[in-house]
């Protein structure tokens, strides 16, 4: 029943995304042209630190799969392009394994196939410290991902319906894991006094998973042969929004997820204060469409394209792009209002707004 259960999220995910008419809340966010902030484009730099690891890029393969012949050789696909790529990967929940160990090995397979690379192990928030354990060694994980994902739950025929010890459940493994601990949402946002809730508990990085890539409200529902929760489909906050709602919250490091559709959106991310962005849909839907080939091509693209857009903005290092000027438009700019947050600073950050620094610009 897991394994159905996991080949019927993969195929409505990849459904959304080949039905996506591909608009979102990065539409609201526009960098603001400077004609000559440009640099050279040997000397930029993608390379960022994350949980105590140096990565080459702000890019990552989300957590996606697993627990099914199916999704194993999804797994195993996706474990080549991150390794031919050089990307770091995150597994699909482990939840399948700790029921039925058989399907070990559609999870292992990210870790055989790149020995080398950073790969980080996928629980729920009830998972166990001793389930916390076997996932890490399963995987040679080199962080544990806990996801959040409630309203997910809810939708789901077969779903928890208990969360009152998620807090102290993700408090306890944060306190006891080997290694770093990062929580995620799958879809539907982290709030400011959420992430600022986990950076208290110790929690090294939290991916704010926001609304507008992968819906699994609307996959959930569309998997249910009665009582109709479309209505629940739009719950949470977008990406962007997220990432400016948390922009205060110091002392832990930002992924942005949900709705990455290309390096511009990645670009965005970074500039709305993320560290690395992750992505699962898109690089999914390209998988199964066009094939492991095709991926690699597309994520060394865009590899590509985000260094030629740094080049432009002028930012050496993803960490420079927080300086550069944002215009923040349409229902983010409500968000802001909304949430008393200052959307016009974002558009006088860059040195070229103070005559004395252009002057000197080399």
Same mark, same amino acid.
């Given at each position: ?348 950050? &860059? ?8 002057? &000197?610009?080399?």
């Amino acid at each position: 029943m897991t394994g159905n259960r996991k080949d019927d999220h993969v195929r409505h995910a990849v459904d959304q995304h080949r039905d996506n008419t591909g608009a979102n809340d990065f539409d609201s966010v526009t960098f603001l042209h400077h004609a000559l902030a440009g640099i050279d484009s040997a000397d930029v730099s993608l390379a960022v630190e994350v949980a105590g690891k140096r990565w080459e890029t702000p890019l990552f393969v989300n957590a996606m799969t697993g627990g099914s012949l199916h999704t194993g050789e999804i797994n195993r696909q996706l474990a080549i392009a991150a390794r031919e790529t050089g990307i770091p990967i995150a597994s699909g929940s482990m939840s399948a394994y700790f029921r039925d160990s058989s399907v070990a090995d559609s999870y292992r397979v990210l870790r055989q196939e790149n020995p080398h690379g950073f790969v980080m192990a996928n629980v729920n928030a009830t998972a166990t410290l001793d389930q916390v354990h076997r996932a890490i060694d399963l995987l040679e994980a080199d962080a544990i991902q806990i996801h959040l994902n409630s309203v997910q739950e809810i939708v789901m025929p077969e779903g928890d319906r208990a969360f009152g010890s998620w807090p102290r459940r993700i408090e306890h493994i944060t306190a006891h894991a080997p290694v770093p601990v990062i929580v995620k949402e799958v879809g539907f946002g982290l709030s400011r006094p959420t992430v600022a809730w986990l950076r208290d508990a110790g929690v090294t990085v939290a991916d704010v998973g926001g609304r507008g890539g992968t819906n699994f409200a609307r996959i959930e529902n569309d998997r249910r042969t009665a009582a109709n929760f479309s209505f629940i489909e739009n719950w949470g906050q977008s990406t962007p929004s997220c990432l400016l709602d948390c922009a205060g919250v110091t002392g832990i490091d930002l992924f942005a997820s949900g709705g990455i559709r290309s390096p511009l959106d990645i670009a965005r991310s970074l500039a709305l204060g993320a560290c690395a962005t992750g992505v699962a849909g898109r690089f999914l839907e390209t998988l199964v469409g066009r094939g492991a080939a095709a991926l690699v091509e597309m994520i060394r693209e865009w590899l590509v394209q985000l260094r030629l857009i740094s080049t432009v903005l002028g930012a050496a290092t993803p960490a420079d792009l927080a300086g550069c000027d944002l215009l923040i438009t349409g229902d983010v700019a409500t968000f802001c209002r909304l949430r008393g947050i200052d959307a016009a600073s974002y558009a006088h950050r &860059s040195p070229w707004w103070n005559e004395s620094e252009r002057r &000197s610009h080399p």
